[in-house]
């Protein structure tokens, strides 16, 4: 299946995302754009500045850090199956990340699979909402019919999010600790 916009995409892989700036809830903004392997370092920083909480709630076990390959990943996206944006605050070269998200495509070809992060600082603020919503959309329009993340059963805040933007809230194979919130992309799109 061929995702839309990325015919001849050659090595750019911020071709076909334009940033955006998003205003929060409490009057703060930040701009929302592709992630890129020079955000390394400060993606290495933000992850080190989150909560042991935060880290488990995103990884799903105990982190400290992230290894340098798991790093090299975070920053480096595998082509048209896969988006990973970040949201920044300041200016480049100097900007510090203040959140995360991503999809990767699945085996089927239908859905992808979504995780976010924000930053302890910016929890409350309607970053995760408005970081879900741009990357629903970025999957939508690149042909995915299915969104999906594994959210830890002990994590409201992101289920109630899940709720209020149209996923389905069941269990997942992973045992009654972990759920899996699903959305369908197509159906979903038809309401907008």
């Known amino acids: 299946m061929k995702r839309a916009g990325h015919a001849g995409e050659t090595g750019n892989r911020e071709a076909g995302f334009a940033p955006v700036r998003v205003a929060l809830r409490d009057g703060r903004s930040v701009m929302v754009r592709a992630i890129r392997p020079d955000d390394a370092d400060a993606m290495r920083a933000a992850l080190d500045d989150l909560s042991p909480e935060a880290r ?25 199956r896969e988006r990973a944006l970040v949201a920044v605050i300041g200016e480049s070269p ?3 990340v203040v959140g995360g998200a991503r ?9 992808c699979e ?12 309607g970053l995760a909402s408005r970081m879900l919503k741009v990357l629903i959309a970025d999957a939508r329009a690149r042909g995915w019919r299915r969104m999906e993340g594994y959210v ?6 992101m289920l109630d999010l899940a709720r209020r933007l ?14 899996l919130v699903r959305l369908d992309l197509v159906r979903a799109g038809e309401d907008d």
């Open 56 to 80: 488990y709630s995103r990884f799903m076990m105990p982190l400290k850090q992230l290894s340098p390959v798991l790093l090299e990943r975070a920053v480096r996206v595998a082509g048209e």
């Open 94 to 96: 100097a900007e510090t």
């Open 103 to 111: 999809y990767a495509g699945g085996p089927d070809d239908e859905a």
């Open 114 to 125: 979504f995780a976010i992060t924000v930053a302890d600082g910016w929890r409350g603020a």
């Open 152 to 157: 830890l059963a002990s994590n409201r805040a």
């Open 166 to 179: 149209g996923f389905e809230v069941g269990a997942s194979e992973e045992g009654p600790s972990v759920k």
